[in-house]
């Protein structure tokens, strides 16, 4: 790859016309930073940026199809995958990004949707499980959704989150970054098979935020992609995510979006507090 191309992110999932998630959050991330983002659509959402009404999978063939092409053409220096609609479109991605082993994958799935789009299905949840979650480089997810790919049937007793953490971890997931969003704090906490590397917390508004694990995931595969080591990635994706959050807007009359080119409408020389102040994204101190 010339020297003068930045380095290319492939990410999959669906489209959000109001630009807050999917596929044109991604973009919008790693255009900001310093990324070329290709993209392979799994479906397309209608919605606005209070509610969403209809989720359309695409032909899990046309995927994989797309996603060939462009592996074939460009070199790729990370996969980001975000929503699937269903168990097929998750299996056909597998089987791509089994090819190339060696490019980072940074997982967020994205189960928030409700039943009748679903995302939430046992069969969906099966197949990022024992298909996607092994091969995955760093899995960005709250707890929730942690406990559901450990135990994707439902059929036995739910295991406790740390239990959930170290199944994902001791079948092939490499780093899990677990987020939890308290009534004032983030907390993200990330994970290996060493245990817990780091804790990070910042303050949260009051505000309904959309696309907020997009934006993450999308900032760490960059980071990736640029060269830097997860643990590394991790901290400064979530330095990135609280800017962007910092300046979120309203554009319509639902959720705020983060300004994820937050330092292009920047006026002055501000920097993000410190660790140790309350509102900054800091490591947490034991």
């Known amino acids: 790859m010339p020297s003068d191309t930045p380095p290319i992110v492939l990410t999959f999932g669906l489209s959000d016309p109001t630009g807050g998630s999917g596929l044109q959050a991604d973009l919008m991330t790693l255009a900001s930073m310093g990324c070329h983002g290709v993209s392979v659509l799994t479906g397309y959402t209608v919605r606005d940026s209070a509610t969403c009404d209809e989720v359309n999978g695409l032909d899990p063939e046309v995927v994989a199809t797309q996603a060939r092409m462009l592996l074939e053409d460009m070199p790729i220096a990370a996969f980001k995958v975000g929503a699937c609609t269903r168990a097929e479109v998750v299996s056909a991605i597998a089987e791509v990004v089994a090819d190339y082993d060696d490019v980072p994958l940074i997982l967020a799935p994205d189960f928030t949707l409700d039943d009748e789009h679903v995302l939430a299905a046992d069969e969906l949840r099966e197949a990022i499980a024992d298909l996607l979650a092994p091969q995955t480089t760093l899995l960005v997810a709250d707890a929730t959704t942690l406990l559901a790919l450990a135990q994707p049937d439902g059929d036995a007793e739910a295991p406790s989150l740390d239990a959930a953490i170290s199944h994902l971890l001791s079948h092939g997931c490499e780093y899990i970054l677990s987020t939890e969003t308290g009534t004032h704090r983030l907390v993200n906490t990330l994970f290996s098979e060493d245990g817990q ?30 060269g830097q080591e997860p643990a590394e990635a991790v901290r400064e994706a979530q330095e990135y995510l609280y800017q962007a959050v910092r300046s979120a807007f309203r554009p319509g009359m639902g959720a705020y979006m983060p300004d994820r080119f937050f330092w292009a409408r920047s006026s002055d020389d501000e920097t993000p507090p410190t660790s140790g102040q309350d509102v900054a994204p800091g490591e947490a101190r034991h």
């Open 197 to 226: 590397l780091r804790q990070d917390m910042w303050d949260r508004g009051s505000n309904r935020l959309m696309g907020l694990t997009d934006t993450l995931g999308s900032a760490i595969a960059a980071l990736l992609a640029n």
